[in-house]
């Protein structure tokens, strides 16, 4: 069992500045200084579970990026598992949220294959540390190597994210699971105040929401044709597909080009370009409740005016630390079956192959941008940053106020928060809304631009990050 070494390519630290100004890159350059100057001789190592597909993997890309720019020696690792560890973990992961999940175990029998699986990963990530570096362990996959790291006299930070705005039995029966393995750990991370359990020292706690890349390929500039150009190739609009592929930047600056088609999952042809598009792109999480946006926006078709709905996740067969993704999407494909004709015509589930990572984001980044309205109803969640990538792209976000999707959303300003998830009348309520008002929809775009340029980019990620490492000593 071997780890898998992910490389970032660095950004440069001057091209910020054009977004975030000179007042800002000052201080953001004069942290990034400090704290280069405070690691000096050593690494910071950052281990997670999967390398494309998921939030955790988005925000490592970002912050890798930067931190890079400015010399510093960070590092990620992917840990290998077999299909009962990620079940054992998905388990956990569901119960963080405060659902039952599988329903399944979390005893002795659990405890031995998690152990047993983590223990090969730990030795081999030891052998690519000393004693004075620090390593970051990200989510519950990864919590068991705290341990077998400070034994060996590792720093470790734990950053969990995921979680519960209050607490129930099942995210209790997740956390007494977790305890024995992050007792030690001198520093956690969470993306909301509320998320940590009540045993957990308040005093090694630290609130860090994270961030996104401008420049990325899921969030670069592109123009309308650009736009699409990239969804007509892909086959996600109606339209003849061009001769040339769209192209976009790769993380080490090179140019991409937009090969692969997008699968629709059997569910017909693709929308016209014309009409309005109601977005949601997450992973295929049960969580992340895509068959409650399908049915929600099934049932109140007519107050949707000309509108077309597309769920787009990953494809299902690419994500290794998600067991549940092929249920949930074929949950929403049995959903879109049941409907008249007339509604599954408007309806459209897509998988996005993250075979090559910067080409999956390049065709989101067209999807965000050509949508007339983004939402995020989760029914829990521990940051959102899809609702962010929305923001930047000046699309209005209707998103579930649970988790971090609070802390992004001003409610009337940059987006619709919804008080209860479930509620579909008035998610559908919240969509028709925005459709039916364009200036509206328009205005509240533009705040949220500037509310996720102000509060969501590198420069306070990196500032936060700072804090943690300082204190740790």
């Avoid at 031995?112 to 990963?121: G, I, K, W």
């Avoid at 090969?259 to 009409?275: C, E, F, M, N, S």
């Avoid at 969509?431 to 980019?457: M, T």
Wanted: hydrophobic fraction near 45%; charged fraction near 20%.
């Amino acid at each position: 069992m071997a780890l898998q070494d992910v490389q970032v390519p660095p950004v440069a630290p001057e091209r910020l500045e054009a977004v975030i100004g000179p007042e800002r890159t000052a201080v953001y350059e004069a942290v990034a200084a400090a704290m280069k100057e405070f690691l000096a001789g050593r690494t910071v190592m950052n281990v997670n579970s999967t390398a494309a597909g998921g939030g955790v993997a988005e925000l490592l890309q970002t912050l890798l990026a930067n931190v890079g720019g400015f010399g510093i020696d960070t590092r990620w690792v992917v840990i290998e598992g077999d299909g009962d560890f990620f079940a054992i973990t998905k388990r956990i992961h569901n119960h963080l949220y405060g659902t039952p999940g599988d329903g399944g175990l979390l005893g002795d029998v659990e405890h031995e294959h998690y152990e047993a699986t983590l223990q090969p990963n730990a030795v081999d990530l030891l052998t690519r540390l000393r004693p004075d570096d620090v390593v970051l362990l990200h989510d519950p996959q990864t919590a068991g190597l705290a341990p077998l790291l400070r034994r060996a006299g590792i720093a470790v930070v734990w950053r969990c994210h995921v979680g519960l705005d209050s607490q129930n039995e099942h995210s209790l029966r997740a956390w007494e699971f977790l305890r024995r393995y992050l007792d030690d750990v001198p520093a956690f991370v969470f993306s909301s105040e509320q998320f940590p359990p009540p045993w957990m020292d308040p005093g090694r706690v630290f609130v860090i929401p994270p961030s996104i890349n401008p420049f990325s390929a899921k969030n670069e500039e592109i123009g309308a044709a650009e736009v699409l150009h990239t969804l007509a190739h892909v086959g996600l609009l109606d339209g003849a597909m061009q001769a040339t592929p769209a192209t976009f930047s790769r993380r080490d600056g090179s140019s991409g080009q937009v090969h692969r088609t997008v699968d629709l999952a059997d569910t017909g042809p693709p929308p016209p370009a014309d009409v309005p598009l109601v977005l949601q792109a997450s992973r295929w999480d049960s969580l992340k409740d895509m068959p409650g946006v399908l049915t929600g926006f099934a049932h109140h078709l007519a107050d949707m005016g000309e509108a077309h709905l597309v769920l787009a996740g990953p494809s299902v067969d690419s994500v290794a630390d998600d067991p549940e993704a092929a249920a949930v999407l074929a949950e929403c494909v049995t959903l879109w079956r049941a409907q008249p004709a007339a509604t599954r015509a408007r309806i459209h589930l897509a998988c996005i192959s993250i075979e090559d990572g910067d080409e999956a984001a390049a065709v989101v980044n067209a999807l965000q941008r050509h949508a007339a309205v983004v939402t995020q109803k989760s029914l829990a969640e521990g940051f959102g940053l899809t609702v962010t990538e929305a923001m930047w792209k000046s699309r209005p976000v209707v998103g579930s106020a649970v988790g971090g999707i609070v802390s992004q959303i001003i409610p009337g300003e940059t987006g619709v928060l919804l008080p209860e998830p479930h509620d579909l009348s008035a998610f559908a309520a919240a969509v028709s809304g925005l459709l039916d008002d364009p200036s509206e929809a328009d205005r509240q775009g533009r705040n949220g631009r500037r509310h996720a340029s102000e509060h969501f980019l590198g420069d306070r990620h990196l500032h936060q990050w700072a804090d943690v490492l300082t204190a740790l000593g």
